[in-house]
């Protein structure tokens, strides 16, 4: 999506008063990126399809600028701890198949929930509506 801002703003157009917008956009404080610092997840997510990255904070001045609310935006990890440690020590997606062995969803649950607490998730999901 080359311009989430003219998006954003053709949606709220759309959108009827006690409306919704629900969107899920990738994090610029994913785990790999920023607590790790892997170089290999660097380099495969700076050039991919994700034109942009976004934070709680510029995805809410987006929704702004957009003349939307946020009513509320959730840290989402969706990619388990087998696939951040493939790519700690293999520097290339597909873990979460190659390592899948050590999952359960007991662990996938209480990691996606610390980083969440910390805000270190690999997605944002954003709960808008209409500025009043």
Same mark, same amino acid.
């Given at each position: 999506?080359?311009?989430?801002?003219?998006?954003?703003?053709?949606?709220?157009?759309?959108?009827?008063?006690? &409306?919704?917008?629900?969107?899920?956009?990738?994090?610029?404080?994913?785990?790999?990126?920023?607590?790790?610092?892997?170089?290999?997840?660097?380099?495969?997510?700076?050039?991919?399809?994700?034109?942009?990255?976004?934070?709680?904070?510029?995805?809410?001045?987006? %929704?702004?600028? %957009? #003349?939307?609310?946020?009513?509320?935006?959730?840290?989402?990890?969706?990619?388990?701890?087998?696939?951040?440690?493939?790519?700690?020590?293999? #520097?290339?997606? #597909? #873990?979460?198949?190659?390592?899948?062995?050590?999952?359960?969803?007991?662990?996938?649950?209480?990691?996606?929930?610390?980083?969440?607490?910390? &805000?270190?998730?690999?997605?944002?999901?954003?709960?808008?509506?209409?500025?009043?």
């Amino acid at each position: 999506m080359p311009d989430p801002l003219q998006v954003l703003k053709s949606l709220a157009e759309k959108l009827s008063p006690k &409306g919704q917008i629900i969107i899920e956009v990738p994090s610029s404080e994913d785990a790999l990126l920023t607590l790790y610092d892997s170089d290999a997840f660097q380099r495969f997510t700076y050039w991919s399809q994700h034109l942009f990255l976004f934070s709680s904070n510029n995805l809410g001045l987006l %929704a702004k600028k %957009a #003349g939307l609310a946020v009513k509320a935006i959730q840290h989402i990890q969706r990619y388990p701890l087998s696939n951040h440690l493939y790519w700690l020590s293999k #520097g290339k997606p #597909g #873990g979460h198949k190659a390592f899948s062995f050590i999952d359960s969803p007991e662990l996938n649950n209480a990691y996606a929930n610390a980083l969440a607490a910390i &805000g270190k998730t690999d997605t944002l999901v954003a709960f808008l509506e209409l500025a009043s």
